[in-house]
């Protein structure tokens, strides 16, 4: 977890390199921050190296070796079965002997933690230290390299710790008047709003121990006492900086309710700042937010941590893949950016687009289908290039018996509770709902679906009335033998349910076409799960015999398109969010075209990408200028099947239903709908942190969840990567609020 206190004021000690003079700055620090009456702490977690030489009051980890931390822990481990710490071991340790300081200050005070060597040098993990440090997000001080070659190794380390988000409050390095690295750097950093501070050089150590005890006393000494931009200002620059950021913090929920207006968030229901929430900073599965000041009591709020984990239990709508500051991420993202920045696209290449156009139309979503892929910048944008697509494609080949305004009229056929995206053809696509506004116009026709969910332990389908009278199917409610016999879709095409609603949909579709509707020219799924809808669960049968029956004949060509091209909206459920790539090998076909986003960048960037079909592409072959626009069968769950089972059981709840990472839980309640407030009343316990020791929030803290609802539905999406401690954990925190 981040630390930040009131009170007690930490900075991390990083160096640019081993021999840099760590260990000399940081005592010098610690003694300046004692002259001006501050109580101090200091703690170097790592020592390796002769016990003479090791300060174990102020460390938590000492090994006897003088090597780097994690072969000197492999080495103390050797023949004695002894694990090496992991990273979660480490950061906890480290968060609790900086909770236990703070808890110490109830007047202003200061603590320096020192780290091992260079920025980049191992943890006993074997984890770099600016990435196993991370979590922690302490401010951090950067030991500049004064030698030759200095000013590259210092630059290197900031770019290190900028890319991670660590906040660099200062540089400080010795001043060499020969090699007078200060000098470049300062300027350098003052463009970037970095002090730096240039100290001077303790004197060469002395061969008598009492002489040089007196030497270093004495410099030490000089060096607090020197004013000009010496290590008693920086103190004070210090203390500025944290000032500065709990100022900040504390100003940000009143800016926010003056200046920003949030999506899908009624401001009439917000009331005031304590229903703001701040992020400081995200890592893994947490977001590290500001404690509103009611929760933090007057006698101890010098002593508590002004920041608590909070569990990102939506996975920041449905984006969040391998967790929030994910280092792979970041410098792939930062090595595009340095390479292209933004560059041109159309008659154009460049090596990451090509590699992932490859990798989805050959070996991804649109192995066996897809023959192009083209590139937006998110989902909706994207549903906006299939819409275009299939209705290019299914003008030009019924352009015989369409005219002007009949192609200007086109429709698409769907399922009630589709969402699509929020630009206006994209909502078009849908019939009208809390999503629409004043522009919308829906055009098509919708079939309200069956879904399946879990109901008091059972697997039920829940048909609805509309096909239950149609087809004189009954019960409406179905048990199923099993989730998995309910998603293996090839076993039951010739099931009498399949059979009613292939009888439906005909019946259905036959009026359609004798009435005097717009003619239909595409059909738009998301397949499995509606998300926004309220994450229904769609039964996988009907949308396979809705894309049979909408196809036609079953012999047809399958390099063409026929009938109505198929759009799969997978911007939600693809690329494993519910545990597969794609739908299309559970449910059987392939669509015409597909769309996914979210997931593609990790949650890092926005961008989507539509794959086609070489039917539905050719359709656009022209000389004129362009229109502008896994597991086979089976199903899985990150959620434990006891747990699942134990809240369909529950009073309050309707139903609950999980793929994947996702699980969705329906209340009861009367008034369900998108409005209903059920869900969020009912989980609201979530939002206050909850735990003990043994938490699994980074630091080991007490942590709240972070959720969102759709009326009276409550949803919870997990990363890819999720730990199964953190999963049971929330887990509990869900069976608790729903016990209470």
Same mark, same amino acid.
């Given at each position: 977890?981040?630390?930040?206190?009131?009170?007690?004021?930490?900075?991390?000690?990083?160096?640019?390199?081993?021999?840099?003079?760590?260990?000399?700055?940081?005592?010098?620090?610690?003694?300046?921050?004692?002259?001006?009456?501050?109580?101090?702490?200091?703690?170097?977690?790592?020592?390796?190296?002769?016990?003479?030489?090791?300060?174990?009051?102020?460390?938590?980890?000492?090994?006897?070796?003088?090597?780097?931390?994690?072969?000197?822990?492999?080495?103390?481990?050797?023949?004695?079965?002894?694990?090496?710490?992991?990273?979660?071991?480490?950061?906890?340790?480290?968060?609790?002997?900086?909770?236990?300081?703070?808890?110490?200050?109830?007047?202003?005070?200061?603590?320096?933690?020192?780290?091992?060597?260079?920025?980049?040098?191992?943890?006993?993990?074997?984890?770099?230290?600016?990435?196993?440090?991370?979590?922690?997000?302490?401010?951090?001080?950067?030991?500049?390299?004064?030698?030759?070659?200095?000013?590259?190794?210092?630059?290197?380390?900031?770019?290190?710790?900028?890319?991670?988000?660590?906040?660099?409050?200062?540089?400080?390095?010795?001043?060499?008047?020969?090699?007078?690295?200060?000098?470049?750097?300062?300027?350098?950093?003052?463009?970037?709003?970095?002090?730096?501070?240039?100290?001077?050089?303790?004197?060469?150590?002395?061969?008598?121990?009492?002489?040089?005890?007196?030497?270093?006393?004495?410099?030490?000494?000089?060096?607090?006492?020197?004013?000009?931009?010496?290590?008693?200002?920086?103190?004070?620059?210090?203390?500025?900086?944290?000032?500065?950021?709990?100022?900040?913090?504390?100003?940000?929920?009143?800016?926010?309710?003056?200046?920003?207006?949030?999506?899908?968030?009624?401001?009439?229901?917000?009331?005031?700042?304590?229903?703001?929430?701040?992020?400081?900073?995200?890592?893994?599965?947490?977001?590290?937010?500001?404690?509103?000041?009611?929760?933090?009591?007057?006698?101890?709020?010098?002593?508590?941590?002004?920041?608590?984990?909070?569990?990102?239990?939506?996975?920041?709508?449905?984006?969040?893949?391998?967790?929030?500051?994910?280092?792979?991420?970041?410098?792939?993202?930062?090595?595009?950016?340095?390479?292209?920045?933004?560059?041109?696209?159309?008659?154009?290449?460049?090596?990451?687009?090509?590699?992932?156009?490859?990798?989805?139309?050959?070996?991804?979503?649109?192995?066996?289908?897809?023959?192009?892929?083209?590139?937006?910048?998110?989902?909706?944008?994207?549903?906006?290039?299939?819409?275009?697509?299939?209705? &290019? =494609? !299914?003008?030009?080949?019924?352009?015989?018996? *369409?005219?002007?305004?009949? /192609? #200007?009229?086109?429709?698409? @056929?769907?399922?009630?509770?589709?969402?699509?995206?929020?630009?206006?053809?994209?909502?078009?696509?849908?019939?009208?709902?809390?999503?629409?506004?004043?522009?919308?116009?829906?055009?098509?026709?919708?079939?309200?679906?069956?879904?399946?969910?879990?109901?008091?332990?059972?697997?039920?389908?829940?048909?609805?009335?509309?096909?239950?009278?149609?087809?004189?199917?009954?019960?409406?409610?179905?048990?199923?033998?099993?989730?998995?016999?309910?998603?293996?879709?090839?076993?039951?095409?010739?099931?009498?349910?399949? &059979? =009613? !609603?292939?009888?439906?949909?005909?019946?259905? *579709?036959?009026?359609?076409? /004798? #009435?005097?509707?717009?003619? @239909?020219?595409?059909?738009?799924?998301?397949?499995?799960?509606?998300?926004?809808?309220?994450?229904?669960?769609?039964?996988?049968?009907?949308?396979?015999?809705?894309?049979?029956?909408?196809?036609?004949?079953?012999?047809?060509?399958?390099?063409?398109?026929?009938?109505?091209?198929?759009?799969?909206?997978?911007?939600?459920?693809?690329?494993?969010?519910?545990?597969?790539?794609?739908?299309?090998?559970?449910?059987?076909?392939?669509?015409?075209?597909?769309?996914?986003?979210?997931?593609?960048?990790?949650?890092?960037?926005?961008?989507?990408?539509?794959?086609?079909?070489?039917?539905?592409?050719?359709?656009?072959? #022209?000389?004129?200028?362009?229109?502008?626009?896994?597991?086979?069968?089976?199903?899985?769950?990150?959620?434990?099947?006891?747990?699942?089972?134990?809240?369909?059981?529950?009073?309050?709840?309707?139903?609950?239903?999980?793929?994947?990472?996702?699980?969705?839980?329906?209340?009861?309640?009367?008034?369900?709908?998108?409005?209903?407030?059920?869900?969020?009343?009912?989980?609201?316990?979530?939002?206050?942190?909850?735990?003990?020791?043994?938490?699994?929030?980074?630091?080991?803290?007490?942590?709240?969840?972070?959720?969102?609802?759709?009326?009276?539905?409550?949803?919870?999406?997990?990363?890819?990567?999720?730990?199964?401690?953190?999963?049971? #954990?929330?887990?509990?925190?869900?069976?608790?609020?729903?016990?209470?």
């Amino acid at each position: 977890m981040s630390l930040l206190f009131k009170h007690l004021r930490v900075h991390q000690i990083f160096g640019a390199n081993t021999d840099v003079g760590k260990t000399i700055l940081t005592s010098a620090l610690v003694r300046a921050s004692a002259s001006k009456d501050n109580n101090v702490f200091y703690l170097k977690p790592v020592s390796t190296g002769p016990i003479q030489d090791a300060d174990d009051r102020h460390c938590l980890y000492r090994f006897d070796e003088p090597v780097s931390p994690h072969l000197a822990a492999i080495l103390a481990g050797e023949g004695k079965k002894q694990e090496v710490p992991s990273d979660k071991t480490f950061v906890d340790s480290i968060a609790s002997y900086i909770s236990r300081c703070a808890s110490q200050s109830a007047r202003k005070s200061h603590m320096f933690v020192e780290t091992a060597g260079g920025v980049h040098s191992p943890t006993l993990s074997g984890t770099t230290q600016v990435d196993a440090y991370r979590p922690l997000f302490l401010p951090t001080i950067l030991i500049g390299d004064s030698k030759l070659g200095g000013i590259s190794t210092t630059l290197s380390s900031y770019e290190s710790l900028l890319l991670r988000g660590y906040i660099i409050d200062a540089i400080v390095l010795f001043r060499d008047e020969y090699y007078r690295n200060w000098e470049y750097l300062t300027p350098y950093f003052a463009e970037r709003g970095i002090r730096v501070s240039a100290v001077d050089p303790p004197p060469p150590k002395h061969t008598n121990d009492t002489e040089n005890s007196l030497l270093t006393e004495a410099y030490y000494k000089s060096v607090v006492a020197q004013e000009d931009n010496g290590v008693s200002s920086l103190v004070d620059h210090l203390d500025t900086c944290h000032a500065n950021r709990l100022q900040e913090l504390d100003s940000m929920p009143r800016r926010t309710l003056d200046t920003i207006w949030w999506p899908f968030v009624q401001h009439g229901l917000v009331n005031g700042e304590k229903d703001v929430t701040v992020i400081d900073s995200a890592h893994s599965d947490f977001f590290s937010i500001r404690k509103p000041p009611s929760s933090i009591g007057n006698s101890t709020a010098g002593q508590l941590s002004l920041l608590a984990p909070e569990h990102d239990g939506s996975a920041s709508w449905w984006t969040q893949t391998l967790g929030h500051a994910h280092t792979p991420l970041t410098l792939a993202a930062a090595r595009a950016s340095g390479r292209y920045g933004h560059v041109m696209f159309p008659q154009a290449t460049h090596l990451p687009a090509l590699k992932l156009a490859e990798r989805l139309v050959h070996d991804g979503p649109g192995k066996g289908w897809a023959s192009r892929a083209f590139f937006s910048d998110n989902g909706s944008t994207a549903m906006e290039v299939a819409l275009k697509m299939a209705l &290019r =494609a !299914y003008s030009m080949k019924n352009q015989s018996e *369409l005219g002007g305004a009949d /192609k #200007s009229a086109l429709g698409i @056929l769907g399922l009630k509770g589709s969402y699509h995206g929020d630009t206006i053809g994209a909502m078009d696509a849908c019939e009208e709902g809390v999503y629409s506004c004043e522009w919308h116009s829906a055009k098509g026709y919708w079939f309200d679906p069956p879904t399946i969910a879990i109901q008091q332990g059972k697997v039920v389908i829940s048909v609805p009335p509309a096909i239950v009278s149609a087809t004189e199917l009954e019960p409406s409610a179905l048990e199923a033998p099993s989730l998995s016999w309910a998603y293996n879709v090839p076993a039951r095409l010739q099931s009498p349910l399949a &059979r =009613a !609603y292939r009888e439906f949909i005909t019946l259905s *579709l036959e009026k359609l076409e /004798k #009435s005097n509707r717009p003619k @239909l020219a595409a059909l738009v799924l998301e397949p499995l799960v509606m998300g926004a809808g309220g994450m229904l669960f769609v039964d996988p049968l009907f949308q396979r015999v809705l894309i049979d029956v909408v196809r036609g004949e079953s012999n047809r060509d399958p390099s063409q398109w026929s009938g109505l091209p198929v759009i799969f909206d997978e911007v939600f459920v693809g690329l494993y969010r519910i545990g597969m790539e794609s739908t299309g090998p559970l449910l059987g076909v392939t669509p015409d075209i597909s769309v996914n986003a979210k997931i593609l960048t990790g949650g890092l960037i926005p961008m989507a990408i539509t794959l086609a079909s070489d039917s539905i592409f050719k359709a656009f072959l #022209s000389n004129e200028k362009a229109m502008h626009f896994f597991m086979s069968g089976s199903v899985w769950s990150f959620w434990d099947p006891g747990f699942i089972q134990t809240i369909s059981h529950m009073d309050s709840v309707q139903e609950i239903m999980t793929l994947g990472s996702v699980l969705a839980i329906k209340i009861k309640d009367d008034h369900a709908g998108y409005v209903s407030h059920s869900a969020r009343n009912l989980f609201q316990p979530l939002s206050e942190a909850t735990g003990d020791a043994s938490s699994c929030a980074p630091g080991g803290a007490p942590f709240s969840v972070h959720f969102r609802t759709l009326g009276n539905v409550a949803y919870f999406i997990t990363s890819l990567n999720t730990p199964p401690t953190v999963i049971r #954990s929330l887990e509990d925190k869900i069976w608790t609020t729903l016990q209470k």
